[in-house]
């Protein structure tokens, strides 16, 4: 299974933001200790485009934390993402990992499920599919196991 996340931390539709970290809920999310909430569009493609209503499948809920205190590329990921499209509504992947995002391909663990999904397992390829300042869309390319 193939989706892609869209994170938006500025603009018009902002879908996550910083709530924690070293400088309080004004501090950057590429620093170390930031802590973000996230609720980003969940697509079956790479671009989201408003008469192409049939491409949202979901929304990914959940938490991201900058955990490399050198770099700051490195991110510990603790999402839910829940379906709402006719094939998955209402089934849920949980998804928990560190996102090495300065590498081209990294993995993270699918560790749950629910609705269609029960007691998946499994793992995610993340590649980075744009990157525009704070924005990104992420591809993630899974293998699960279900019951």
Request: overall charge negative.
């Amino acid at each position: 299974m193939v989706f892609y996340t869209h994170d938006n931390l500025s603009g018009n539709n902002v879908t996550a933001f910083s709530v924690a970290g070293l400088n309080g809920s004004s501090s950057s999310a590429g620093k170390f200790g930031t802590v973000v909430v996230m609720s980003d569009d969940v697509t079956k493609r790479p671009k989201i485009n408003e008469s192409d209503a049939d491409n949202t499948v979901g929304r990914a809920q959940g938490i991201f934390v900058n955990t490399n205190l050198v770099t700051g590329l490195d991110t510990l990921l603790v999402f839910t993402v829940i379906f709402h499209d006719m094939e998955y509504g209402g089934s849920t992947l949980e998804i928990q990992g560190t996102d090495r995002f300065a590498y081209p391909h990294r993995e993270v663990a699918v560790v749950g499920g629910t609705g269609k999904f029960r007691f998946a397992r499994g793992y995610a390829i993340l590649t980075t599919e744009l990157l525009s300042g704070t924005d990104s869309v992420i591809k993630f390319n899974t293998t699960l196991r279900t019951a």
